[in-house]
């Protein structure tokens, strides 16, 4: 278990933990990496300002991944063009690739993320899809050359937890990539869970924003995902669907 | 006229460096797409902005 790593588009690592960066304080930056222990941070792009005084790039630590998303793309095209950008920006390879037409629920688009995710895995971009779990659309994500795929478990900042676990846990037994649980994660314990089920990592971002203490939900959570994590790579007890099953010896009573 | 992130402004026949350096944006942090195409860094310098040129100025954000 030393050697256990997430890899994702032949990349290696060591955290399980992907860290949203939105909704706080870029000076928690720091501390929230640290505390969750994450290799990866999520951003979005958005129009700059002229009058920009402070950049979240100076604010994230060295070495760790850059995780751009495609919020705001309404179809596969509009996630194409921001991903090119983020990618202009100069900050590698990677994209998560969210499309949504629903500003109520904020549900991805699954064939559009589909068609995006072919066009970007042709550009070489390591892809990592955003997507409601359907087992069909995660095969097409896979032979569209996607690197991960990242089911929601709830609704975008609901915090509401593993609404979709029965289907998440399809995924994760039939898809052959790493099973990123996104979305509506809002507590450690739904982390540790998904973990145990087998998730390869949990992204998280509302759940810590809206904490009482970020710093300490990043650790928190940190704590979690590695425990759930242990479980998975043991293998969980067996469940008796009746009856019991004594711990302690049946002999030796002290009776006659 | 030459529209910047929605914006009108009267700067045709400037090359896109020299509207880039009167403005506070930091070259590093950004990306220019003009008229739906990426400029690279390096064609700033020749990149002359013409009258009714779409630009889009972009850079990171917090998200999710």
């Known amino acids: 278990m030393q050697n256990d790593k997430l890899i994702i588009g032949g990349h290696k690592f060591d955290s399980r933990f992907i860290l949203g960066s939105g909704k706080y304080s870029l000076k928690l930056i720091e501390a929230a990496v640290k505390y969750a222990g994450a290799q990866i941070i999520t951003l979005a792009v958005r129009r700059a300002n002229t009058k920009e005084e402070e950049n979240i790039l100076d604010y994230i630590p060295e070495g760790v991944t850059l995780l751009p998303n495609t919020s705001g793309a309404r179809n596969a095209q509009e996630a194409v ?58 095969r097409d994500l896979v ?22 676990g029965d289907f998440i846990q399809i995924l994760i037994d039939e898809i052959d990539l790493p099973i990123i649980v996104d979305a509506g994660i809002g507590r450690p314990s739904q982390a540790c ?64 | 006229m030459v529209k910047i992130n929605g914006t009108e402004l009267d700067i045709a026949g400037q090359t896109l460096s020299e509207y880039l350096s009167s403005t506070d944006y930091n070259i590093k942090r950004i990306a220019v797409e003009r008229n739906g195409d990426i400029v690279p860094k390096a064609m700033y310098g020749e990149t002359v902005l ?9 850079g990171f954000v917090g998200g999710g």
Do not use: H, W
């Open chain 1, 81 to 138: 063009r921001i991903a090119r950008l983020a990618r202009e920006l100069g900050c590698g390879d990677f994209v998560k690739i969210e499309i949504m037409r629903d500003s109520k629920y904020l549900l991805p688009d699954n064939q559009e993320t589909i068609k995006a995710t072919e066009i970007l895995a042709s550009e070489g971009f390591v892809v990592m899809p955003y997507m409601y779990p359907d087992l069909n659309v995660a």
């Open chain 1, 143 to 164: 032979n569209a050359g996607a690197a991960a795929v990242m089911p929601l478990a709830a609704p975008i900042g609901s915090n509401k937890g593993l609404s979709t």
């Open chain 1, 193 to 256: 869970q998904a973990m145990e089920m087998g998730a390869a990592a949990i992204m998280a971002n509302t759940a810590l924003a809206t904490a009482g203490d970020l710093p300490t939900m990043a650790e928190a959570f940190r704590l979690a995902i590695e425990a759930g994590r242990k479980a998975y790579l043991s293998g969980l007890g067996r469940v008796l669907t009746r009856g019991a099953s004594a711990s302690d010896p049946l002999t030796g009573f002290l009776r006659d």
């Open chain 2, 50 to 58: 013409q009258d009714g040129d779409s630009l889009e100025v972009v």
